[in-house]
Nanobody, 126 residues
Framework: QVQLVESGGGLVQAGDSLRLSCAAS????????MGWFRQAPGKERDFVAA?????????YYADSVKGRFTISRDNAKNTVYLQMNSLSPEDTAVYYC??????????????????WGQGTQVTVSS
């Protein structure tokens, strides 16, 4: 029994910032990696960012968000965050949190993740 709950989405103007949160719960769940994906209407669900849970774990970013978004974790709270700065209308999408308890060398691939949150809407107006 694993549950991921996203929060923090909303409506902002171009240039603004948002911080998304994803809280993971489940007595038997221990994540190897957690990530963020986003999906706009009529488009595929695309990778945004990922983080490895172990100490010193690496972070990964899509080229489209590198330098603007930052993924981080709070191990004690089983929570990952996505700090989004300099938002533009191109960032408008439903943002999904994902987790896997399996090793993967490619945390940017959707098929590597076993658990998904319900999504949170981010809308950026111009």
């Amino acid at each position: 029994q694993v549950q991921l709950v996203e929060s923090g989405g909303g409506l902002v103007q171009a240039g603004d910032s948002l911080r998304l949160s994803c809280a993971a719960s489940g007595r038997t769940f221990s994540a190897y990696a957690m990530g963020w994906f986003r999906q706009a209407p009529g488009k595929e669900r695309d990778f945004v960012a990922a983080i490895i849970w172990r100490s010193g774990g690496s972070t990964y970013y899509a080229d489209s968000v590198k330098g603007r978004f930052t993924i981080s974790r709070d191990n004690a709270k089983n929570t990952v965050y996505l700090q989004m700065n300099s938002l533009s209308p191109e960032d408008t999408a439903v943002y999904y949190c994902a987790a896997t308890n399996r090793y993967t060398a490619y945390p940017d691939l959707r098929r590597r993740y076993d658990y998904w949150g319900q999504g949170t809407q981010v809308t950026v107006s111009s």
